[in-house]
């Protein structure tokens, strides 16, 4: 196989496996208002909402510490082990929540166990993108490694929105009633089986160089990372803040508000989801293309403003009866987030060195992912819920991109730099 088919074939797996692990994580957000009837049931629909969505973050929450794990495996053994054992971890607590009674047949147990699963879940999915952002960025050409790191971002919204349609599309087909007996299942049964396929295709990955050129590899990454690093860390987090929280906030608390208060059905709702998601794809990898021609800052500068200036517009477009303003503001958030989610694996792993990059960008990433963008539905639904202010998330997300702009302004320019060892 010549060098260039081999660079192709790297980026196939990392992406593919990707694809396949967040779609594994991501059904779950799509399908969480019917989770929390099968498992949280309760007269009150808003509690069992929250519950749902607090196992949503359960799942995140668990992230930080998935991050030391892989980091620390990443980084001492190599990145090709971190990414089979994400991908074989994953499919198997998906499998498993796909068979898992619900509280009618199993009571208590069957809500504690979605928990546990959730959380085994968000251990392995934090090893995958970090992982799989370090190896690919790190064998890319310095002047193409802002568009092959985009190609991370691609697999991973691909994953979301193969979720998205898997839901919409199950949904449109057996309807709402059947959806909430048993076709809620289907989604995580399919998860299981494609996840088989991705352990299959990274069997054959190659390593990463800077693996074989490293003549002594940290003892604990993620100490030295925490006590020489921290300060690059508490920067990366601030810099993926917005898309983080702004993902989170439109395309999974979005699914529930729209079926809840615009009264959409749950395949419309998933439907246009969907379709915002693929104007994300689409625009990540042209972002990737801008960022290595005109650098990181001036696209990381439009992420913040745009995310601080656009917000409140957009939302008041997501709450109006047309179905015209809330494709146009679903549609208008996907580009700003395709853009922020292009510059994120750049953010991650060109500022960090390559001893402990693993784990210095997992731990960044997932504590933003973690403490923040997984808890934003059941923050949001809480915040609305206790202000009767509908436009309470959105402040949240201004302030956050207020941090944001103010953390640009103190980034380093990457374009045509050497990463640094």
Not at 295 to 311: D, H, K
Request: with cysteine; net charge positive; hydrophobic share 55%.
């Amino acid at each position: 196989m010549t060098a260039r088919g081999l660079k192709r074939k790297q980026i196939l797996a990392g992406a593919i496996g990707n694809t396949l692990e967040w779609y594994d994580f991501a059904i779950y957000g799509f399908l969480a208002p019917i989770i929390g009837k099968v498992f949280f049931p309760s007269e009150d629909h808003l509690a069992s909402l929250l519950a749902a969505y607090g196992a949503l973050a359960v799942g995140y929450a668990s992230r930080p510490i998935g991050s030391v794990i892989f980091g620390h495996i990443g980084d001492r053994f190599g990145r090709k082990p971190a990414l089979m054992l994400s991908v074989g971890i994953m499919g198997s607590a998906t499998l498993a929540i796909g068979v898992l009674p619900g509280h009618a047949e199993f009571g208590v147990a069957a809500s504690v166990l979605l928990i546990v699963l959730r959380s085994v879940q968000g251990l392995s999915v934090a090893g995958e993108y970090a992982s799989s952002a370090t190896l690919l960025v790190e064998q890319a050409p310095t002047e193409r490694r802002g568009v092959v790191a985009s190609w991370v971002v691609v697999g991973c919204n691909l994953g979301f929105l193969m979720g998205s349609a898997v839901a919409a599309l199950v949904s449109n087909v057996i309807g709402d009633e059947a959806m909430l007996a048993w076709g809620w299942r289907l989604p995580f049964l399919i998860g299981a089986a494609i996840a088989v396929y991705a352990l299959l295709l990274r069997r054959n990955m190659s390593e990463s160089p800077v693996m074989e050129s490293t003549a002594t590899k940290p003892r604990m990454p993620i100490l030295e990372v925490l006590k020489d690093h921290w300060r690059t860390i508490a920067h990366i987090i601030c810099l993926i803040l917005p898309t983080g929280v702004t993902y989170f906030l439109v395309f999974v608390y979005a699914v529930s508000y729209l079926t809840d208060q615009m009264h959409y059905s749950t395949a419309k709702a998933l439907n246009i989801t969907t379709l915002a998601l693929v104007v994300l794809v689409a625009v990540t990898p042209v972002v990737g293309l801008v960022a290595d021609r005109y650098g990181r800052r001036p696209v990381m500068f439009f992420v913040s403003i745009a995310s601080l200036c656009l917000t409140w517009p957009l939302w008041f477009a997501l709450h109006q009866p047309s179905l015209a303003w809330i494709l146009f503001a679903q549609l208008s958030f996907a580009v700003i987030n395709g853009v922020g989610w292009a510059m994120t694996v750049p953010n991650m792993v060109e500022l960090l060195p390559s001893r402990v990059r693993c784990s210095g960008a997992g731990i960044s990433y997932n504590i933003c992912l973690g403490f923040f963008g997984g808890t934003t539905p059941w923050f949001a639904t809480y915040l609305i819920a206790r202000t009767s202010d509908d436009y309470a998330p959105v402040y949240y997300v201004m302030a956050i991109a207020v941090i944001a702009l103010l953390a640009t302004l103190k980034m380093p320019e990457m374009k045509g730099k050497p990463l640094g060892l």
